[in-house]
């Protein structure tokens, strides 16, 4: 079983920076995807951007420019850079990372508040 932790999330003002942080209690360096997603409620899921292995590195139309995904494989950790925050950025954030023998698994989420 492998645990997904995040962390960073909070309440921000328009315009602001948070980078989110997700701890994998295994190893990613043989992880094929690492992601973020986002719900809103109301809403469905949505992938805001993947770090896949050999493959480029994806963002939603909507974060293009503004957040930025990376990894630490040294501290089995994903990030996700968040800049020039948007109330339309409020959601709770998911990390996802896939592993080709060990799984699909999901974080618990992190919420994002972007208001004034």
């Known amino acids: 079983q492998v645990h997904l932790v995040e962390s960073g999330g909070d309440l921000v003002q328009p315009g602001g920076s948070l980078r989110l942080s997700c701890a994998a209690s295994?190893?990613?360096?043989?992880?094929?995807?690492m992601g973020w997603y986002r719900q809103a409620p109301g809403s469905q899921r949505e992938l805001v951007a993947a770090?896949?292995?050999?493959?480029?590195?994806t963002y939603t139309d909507s974060v293009k420019g503004r957040f930025t995904v990376s990894r630490d494989n040294a501290k089995n950790t994903v990030h996700l850079q968040m800049n020039s925050l948007k109330p339309e950025d409020t959601a709770v954030y998911y990390c996802?990372?896939?592993?080709?023998?060990?799984?699909?698994?999901w974080g618990q989420g992190t919420q994002v508040t972007v208001s004034s």
């Open positions: 996802c990372v896939k592993w080709a023998t060990r799984g699909i698994y």
């Open positions: 770090l896949t292995s050999g493959g480029p590195t």
């Open positions: 295994e190893s990613i360096l043989s992880a094929y995807f």
